[in-house]
């Protein structure tokens, strides 16, 4: 009985072309996500980065198809294993959901039912796609806490969810998501609700699962710390676009997008100098609804217009940056100005640093 | 569990017992002279009056009356002296002033009925309350949905003795099609005391329903929106066991709460129902001895009301801790 | 290397520093909150603070950190006495303001201030900004000269936003500019001291910054004290010169800002460091310390060292005699750990 799409043989496992979503709401259409595109192997992490309404969890949601049709418009395409999601029905899509790809979220005391054992609620999600025998989803409920490190594992399988702290409640979610040995996994800020040394277990215990399992992860967070941590490729939003996509060396090491820099030199880093100021993103964050005309981002853009450019009438592509494989923004600067405003401006503040090949 | 409920029990019989006594003390704060009411409309000599006096113990210190009430209720008593005592078994809760019923009886006859009627109309409220607000949030902004706000709103303006005088002309004075609503004991006659009742359950229930499918619906709908919704579907589980094993399970909890009090409130007599459709139930006998200053009658059905909502407060409680894990009894 | 370049700022970071008698001196500061028991018995406390001596000088910061749970948050609020202390002492200014109470409590609010984590909630939503900001002056019937409104304004300006917003509601503010009205309204009084509790991690990254730097040229600006409590390590380095790490209720280790983030002695304080995700460093490349298990129940706290429990140095003397701060770290820094860890993190 099982759903899910075979891979084909080569090319990336997800991958997400142009995709658009839109919500009708009392006051306006929300254009949460507009154009965005990105792939994803296997075995490979890929960090979405973006402050509140920048689309980043919307996105995930709708890779999980969990949107609400009837006020959702959504276009482009999202090929999970080779099959558009955007495309399949509901209870096709649902029969993925939670087998070929799951999701794990920010709080864990509210992502789980507070009526049902953390074991009856693993036990369902394997349920739901194989048809096992109780006793057998059990046996391999209790493996899989063990799995993600929770210690007897066969007495926690029997509390509920406010009996365990924070960090073994989000282990239980990653056993629940797991259980079903998904090709993709979906974290929206999994640690954002932990404390730090909390926080390090569980990004350990993603990483080992992943080279165990060889699957896909998707990790959302606002935090760059934990993305430098653990992101092959990084996705930067705003504003419900994508306005910078590389690796990780590429994005965190010779940010292009003025984005990207004001966020890199907003946070205090923990070596450098501390008498220094940050340099903040002025301004805040666009409301979806009315978005700036051009580039959303040059009303806070403290380059916006210095080539006299159109920063404020056109939307600015997502083009390669000359030089560098596989490293796009969506800028109107030219190359060589970012480059040098990059190492001469903006690796002097926050946790910025020159890449190597850049210095 | 156990100790819960040892310490909700002697909590309970402490607010009786408040209750009692401050029943006790209202009543002869009243500027009225409960003798006149036995004597009836005649004019009575002083030595009957006084005589009288002394059989109710209204000569006797207000403690005293108490005590011996009390004494009556778990014991019994002797009413009254010489040839004119009577015996009065536990629970003794006295003698009506005005016919000199024993109170027991009275309560034994209205009882029943008040029940019928809170209890049938419980199950008519509760189905429409939960069906129509559950399926409204389900499908909200449909056309399903409109019409249940439209229904609570309608529900709450409504009155009882609106509603039910219509629905008595309608179905037994037009169509005919059912009786005149009456009190038939259900161990006599099970579908007549149902035909009989159905009304009173429509009109009660109706009324009722109107808030609980605003309560339900809000209730569906902010379960709908939480974290663990997104997570039961995120799993893959199906429409139907998203919205009924992990969020009508959730939604009902607020709701079971409200209900069990308000049945409790209701037990303790519905007035409006009863003089509506003219039946004689608890909540009638109530407001008569009030009007009439006829104490026995009013401490009796006073403390079976207040009985009422303590026992229903802590099955509340007990329900509540069944139903969530969280909540816990010590 | 980047240490190399930190070396003079440190310097020039002591001296600012003078010598000043302290504005705040807490002394073997206690809260517990009693929890209820079964029928009639007491169920104990919650030892959500359980002895912590530090002092703050006038126009120094003194970052608190720790996780949740350590008890960082009651301090704070003990401090500026919205919470009653159950043992210890709380001076301020050379007065004992421990156990005052009620009108007894107003001048030092003045001095006293604090803001808060959430700008949701801790703002009136039927109030004005003017009214909010100006409430403090009311409350303590102070006519600032040239009228209420052009102070308010002026305050508003100070904390970067539109003195015509004096007549908006708080909803028609993003989270950013709330913490802007929260700060203008803690400014009021011209307060000396300000707690900090969390003031940026309910806000958007790029709006932290905004705030943070608010909060830096105020405090040089108005020679302001600051107790900044914040799980955010990098935040607090940023912001303090002087950092105390506390765990269940207790300090741990308190010293300067080089001190505890580049030679921490307490293994619970290079731990916390160590699960600081970098962005420096790219992936997981370097040796990080993981910390295993829970933090204890303060209801029932592990005896000698609170941290033992977790520790990978604990030893026999560690469950039997609490360290104390009495104890000098290698790099000079008080620490309460009877085996402290020397030479540099990593």
């Known amino acids: 009985m099982t759903t899910s799409p075979s891979s084909p043989a080569s090319g990336p496992y997800l991958d997400v072309k142009d995709l658009r979503v839109r919500f009708s709401t009392e006051d306006g259409v929300v254009r949460a996500v507009d154009g965005v595109s990105f792939q994803l192997e296997r075995g490979k992490t890929l960090g979405i980065v973006g402050e509140s309404g920048s689309g980043k969890s919307v996105t995930s949601m709708s890779i999980m198809g969990l949107h609400n049709p009837k006020r959702t418009a959504m276009s482009g395409e999202i090929r999970v294993g080779g099959t558009d999601v955007l495309k399949l029905s509901e209870d096709k899509i649902r029969r993925l959901r939670g087998q070929a790809m799951a999701m794990i979220f920010q709080d864990p005391l509210s992502s789980l039912h507070p009526y049902y054992t953390i074991g009856r609620q693993i036990v369902e999600a394997y349920r739901v796609h194989h048809d096992v025998s109780k006793a057998k989803a059990q046996k391999r409920a209790i493996e899989m806490l063990d799995r993600v490190g929770i210690p007897q594992p066969q007495k926690r399988f029997e509390q509920y969810p406010h009996e365990f702290s924070g960090g073994m409640r989000q282990r239980a979610m990653i056993a629940m998501s797991l259980i079903n040995d998904p090709d993709l996994l979906i974290a929206d800020e999994p640690t954002t609700a932990l404390d730090v040394t909390v926080q390090a277990q569980i990004l350990d215990l993603l990483e080992s699962l992943q080279k165990e399992f060889n699957s896909a992860i998707i990790l959302i967070t606002h935090d760059l710390g934990v993305v430098a941590q653990v992101a092959d490729d990084v996705l930067v939003m705003y504003g419900g676009r994508a306005v910078e996509y590389g690796n990780a060396e590429q994005v965190l090491r010779a940010a292009q997008m003025p984005y990207t820099w004001g966020l890199l030199s907003s946070i205090p880093s923990v070596h450098g100098d501390s008498d220094a100021d940050l340099v903040p993103i002025k301004g805040n964050p666009p409301s979806l609804i009315n978005l700036p005309p051009g580039c959303s981002f040059h009303p806070r853009c403290r380059y916006a217009m210095l080539n006299g450019g159109p920063c404020d009438q056109e939307v600015p592509e997502l083009l390669p940056v000359q030089g560098e494989v596989g490293h796009l923004v969506a800028c109107h600067l030219p190359d060589q100005f970012r480059k040098d405003t990059y190492v001469n401006e903006i690796a002097q503040t926050g946790v910025a640093v020159v890449s190597e090949e850049l210095a | ?260 009090l308000d049945i409790g409130i209701n037990l303790g007599g519905v007035v409006i129902t009863e003089t509506t459709f003219n039946l004689q139930g608890v909540g009638r006998y109530a407001v008569q001895a009030i009007n009439d200053l006829n104490l026995p009658i009013v401490m009796a059905t006073v403390l079976l009301a207040a009985t009422f909502i303590v026992v229903a407060n802590v099955v509340v409680d007990m329900l509540y801790a069944t139903i969530d894990p969280r909540v816990k009894l010590s | 290397m980047t240490e190399m370049q930190n070396a003079p700022a440190g310097a020039a970071v002591a001296e600012r520093k003078p010598a000043r008698e302290p504005l705040l001196i807490v002394e073997n500061l206690v809260k517990h909150f009693p929890v209820r028991g079964k029928l009639f018995r007491s169920g104990g406390a919650v030892r959500a603070v359980d002895g912590v001596d530090f002092t703050v000088a006038p126009g120094e910061s003194l970052g608190l950190v720790g996780e949740s749970g350590c008890g960082k948050t009651t301090t704070g609020r003990a401090v500026v006495r919205l919470l009653e202390p159950t043992g210890g002492k709380i001076v301020f200014e050379g007065r004992d303001i421990t156990h005052l109470r009620g009108g007894a409590l107003r001048p030092i609010r003045q001095d006293l201030q604090i803001i808060f984590q959430d700008p949701y909630s801790s703002l009136n939503p039927r109030h004005t900004v003017g009214r909010i900001v100006s409430m403090p002056l009311q409350v303590n019937g102070i006519k600032p000269p040239g009228g209420m409104r052009k102070r308010v304004q002026e305050l508003l300006e100070i904390v970067g936003l539109n003195p015509e917003h004096y007549n908006r509601f708080p909803h028609e503010f993003s989270g950013g500019q709330r913490q802007r009205i929260g700060v203008a309204r803690a400014l009021a009084l011209r307060p000396k001291l300000i707690v900090a509790d969390e003031p940026v991690s309910a806000l958007d990254v790029s709006i932290q910054a905004q705030i943070v730097n608010l909060l830096r040229g105020l405090q040089r600006e108005f020679d302001l004290a600051f107790l900044f409590i914040a799980h955010d390590l990098a935040v607090v380095r940023h912001f303090s010169q002087r950092i105390a790490v506390m765990y269940l209720g207790k300090i741990v280790e308190i010293g300067d800002r080089h001190q505890i983030y580049d030679t921490p002695a307490h293994p619970y304080t290079r731990a916390l460091l160590s699960a600081v995700p970098d962005i420096e460093v790219l992936g997981t490349a370097r040796e990080r310390i993981r910390l295993t298990g829970d933090v204890p129940t303060p209801l029932n706290p592990p005896s000698g060292c609170r941290f033992r429990t977790r520790c990978w140095k604990a030893q026999e003397i560690c469950a039997t005699k609490e360290p104390t701060l009495d104890i000098i770290g290698p790099a000079g820094q008080p620490v309460a750990c009877h085996f402290p860890e020397s030479g540099p993190l990593r």
Request: glycine letters at 10%.
């Open chain 2, 1 to 260: 569990m156990l100790r819960f409920f040892i310490r909700r029990a002697l909590l309970a019989v402490l607010t009786l017992f408040a209750i009692s006594v401050s029943t006790f003390l209202l009543f002869f704060a009243v500027p009225a002279n409960p003798v006149a009411t036995m004597c009836g409309n005649r004019i009575c000599p002083e030595s009957t009056q006084k005589q009288i006096t002394h059989d109710l113990g209204l000569d006797q210190p207000l403690i005293t009356q108490y005590t011996e009430y009390m004494k009556g209720v778990f014991v019994g008593r002797t009413i009254g002296s010489g040839p004119t005592a009577k015996e009065c078994p536990a629970p003794c809760l006295g003698y009506s002033f005005r016919t000199g019923q024993p109170v027991w009886d009275i309560i034994k006859n209205g009882l029943p009925v008040s029940m019928s009627i809170v209890i049938g109309a419980a199950v008519v409220w509760l189905t429409i309350g939960l069906v129509l607000g559950t399926a409204a949030a389900l499908r909200r902004g449909g056309a399903l949905d409109k019409f249940s706000v439209g229904f609570s709103l309608g529900g709450a303006s409504m009155q009882i003795f609106v509603l039910g005088p219509i629905l008595v002309a309608v179905f037994v004075y037009g169509l005919g099609w059912l009786p005149r609503p009456t009190y038939t004991s259900p161990l006599v006659n099970p579908l007549a005391w149902a035909t009989g009742l159905i009304l009173p359950w429509v009109t009660l229930g109706a009324i009722n329903s109107a808030l609980y499918t605003r309560l339900s619906r809000a209730q569906m709908l902010e379960t709908l929106s939480e974290d663990y919704v997104r997570t039961a579907r995120a799993k893959g589980l199906t429409r139907r066991e998203v919205n009924y094993r992990h969020a009508l399970r959730a939604a009902i909890t607020p709701i079971v709460t409200i209900a069990g």
